[in-house]
């Protein structure tokens, strides 16, 4: 049986390993990150792959940083044949890369070359894009730019969130993962290098990219609302309210506007103008302190007469 070490940390991490073990490939060891404190309370919350990991009795090992000696002097003990790498978040070195006899390997979230680096998922959606899919690659020092030994396509749905891709993604991961590594057994595997003609990157998600500008058209608009989910949330201001809109639709603007201007019946509506002549009716939000709302259900509160006219800055 193949001696496995597996690194992951979040849902989709998790999502893999429970495959591989279905799939009689159970890890000798499994690496994660250290439970972090988290939320308004500041609890101390294990990894999913660390609570995943110990639900299925499998060796866990927690780790702030997998490239200290003192990590990389257990890892030695494995003698590993493969090292395994889903959304693991820290960078391996070298050191850790060259331990496995048959090498290292990382299930990506796009279609390599395209979409390098920590949010392929998010920005595949942002960007509009109508297929990704999951790459696994050989890892090499350079970010996932190593030998691509498969890769799945998967469509994405009109209205798919982030969150929804990535749980879609991380089933078709494990599927992809499980069939690399009997290829990679038996020796059949093909390492085809990467098009650098092709690259394009996915930069980190940050929380200041959760403001929207009505500035851009309402499709732009209507992405990234998408991609933003399940974090930070799309956002914008009501005058002095911060308002999380969760869901939107475009729709053509029945009469004139400027971006930011607001059209409503005050009862089941509310349409927002946007850059190019474009529309966005905004359908479920949560303003600022309250619960996430149906557009009827928050127009409600102001008994047909809304008193705004413009959103955002």
């Known amino acids: 049986m193949l001696k496995i070490i597996y690194m992951g940390t979040p ?46 009795g499998l060796n866990v090992l927690t780790s702030l940083n997998v490239n200290a000696e003192s990590t990389l002097e257990v890892l030695k003990t494995f003698k ?23 090498g290292s390997y990382n299930v990506h979230g796009s279609l390599l070359p395209k979409y390098r680096g920590a949010a392929p ?30 890769k799945k396509e998967i469509e994405i749905e009109p209205e798919e969130t982030s969150g929804e891709l990535m749980n879609r ?24 290098p990467q098009n650098e003609s092709q690259v394009t990157y996915a930069k980190k998600i940050e929380k200041k990219d959760a403001i929207l500008d009505f500035n851009l058209t309402a499709s732009q608009l209507f992405n990234q609302i998408r991609a ?26 029945s009469q004139k506007g400027m971006p930011g201007e607001i059209q ?4 089941t509506s509310l349409i927002i103008h946007c850059g190019q002549a474009t529309a ?16 009827h259900e928050f127009l409600q509160a102001f008994r047909g ?9």
């Open 121 to 150: 998922i998010q920005r595949a959606i942002w960007d509009g894009e109508k297929t990704t899919g999951v790459t696994i690659q050989r890892i090499v020092k350079k970010l996932d730019a190593g030998d691509i030994v498969l």
């Open 305 to 313: 007469n809304f008193p705004f006219n413009k959103i955002g800055s």
């Open 169 to 192: 993604l991380a089933h078709l991961g494990g599927e992809a993962l499980v069939e690399a590594i009997k290829l990679i057994e038996s020796g059949q595997a093909t390492f085809t």
């Open 264 to 267: 409503t019946d005050s009862k």
């Open 228 to 253: 933003l989910q399940p974090w930070p949330i799309a956002e914008t201001k009501l005058e002095t309210t911060r308002i999380k809109i969760f869901k939107a639709q475009e729709v053509p603007p």
């Open 280 to 295: 966005l009716a905004l359908t479920e939000i949560q303003p600022e302190n309250r619960k996430r709302l149906k557009i």
């Open 80 to 102: 590993p044949d493969l090292i395994l790498v889903a959304a693991f978040g820290q960078i391996l070195k070298e050191e850790i890369l060259n331990l496995p006899r048959l």
């Open 11 to 56: 849902p989709l991490a998790a999502t893999i390993l429970e495959k591989l073990c279905n799939d009689l490939y159970p890890p000798i060891a499994v690496v994660t990150q250290i439970a972090k404190a988290t939320g308004r309370g500041q609890k101390v919350v294990p990894s999913a792959v660390e609570d995943i990991g110990r639900r299925l």
